[in-house]
């Protein structure tokens, strides 16, 4: 079950690696217009939707808490101090760290990672909810 779980992260990790190396070249190889749209995403909600723009104030840690246990809870295990089967423990993780590995699946400069691999994939639709799952993970 364990090596299951594991092959299909794996998989799942490749195909998202993939294809954001694909959608990086975009049309012609230009691979500016991917950067820019993230570069937007980060500075603007998308109106009607609640959370927070990252690096804007205090997120809401409740609304983390969903995010987290919909979104994470597949790799990470459900109580963030722990290691799940497929990510590291991240409890206590800076905004900065959950906006670069989330945006980017990339880690901060100068930051040593727990593990060296390279599994998770970018996830730029959770940008709104960047600061709050920020803050569900500082306050656990």
Aim: charge should be positive; glycine fraction near 12%; hydrophobic fraction near 35%.
């Amino acid at each position: 079950m364990k090596k299951t779980v594991i092959g299909v992260a794996l998989a799942v990790g490749l195909l998202a690696i993939l294809q954001a190396s694909s959608e990086a070249q975009g049309p012609g190889g230009d691979r500016g217009a991917r950067d820019v749209s993230l570069a937007a995403a980060e500075r603007e909600t998308p109106s009607g939707e609640s959370g927070s723009v990252p690096g804007k104030g205090a997120g809401s840690a409740d609304l983390g808490r969903q995010v987290y246990l919909a979104r994470c809870t597949a790799c990470h295990n459900p109580d963030p101090s722990k290691d799940g089967r497929v990510g590291p423990a991240v409890k206590g993780s800076t905004l900065e760290l959950v906006r670069t590995r989330v945006l980017w699946a990339a880690y901060p400069q100068g930051y040593s990672p727990k593990r060296r691999t390279r599994i998770m994939p970018p996830q730029p639709d959770l940008v709104s909810r960047i600061a709050d799952l920020a803050a569900y993970l500082h306050a656990r």
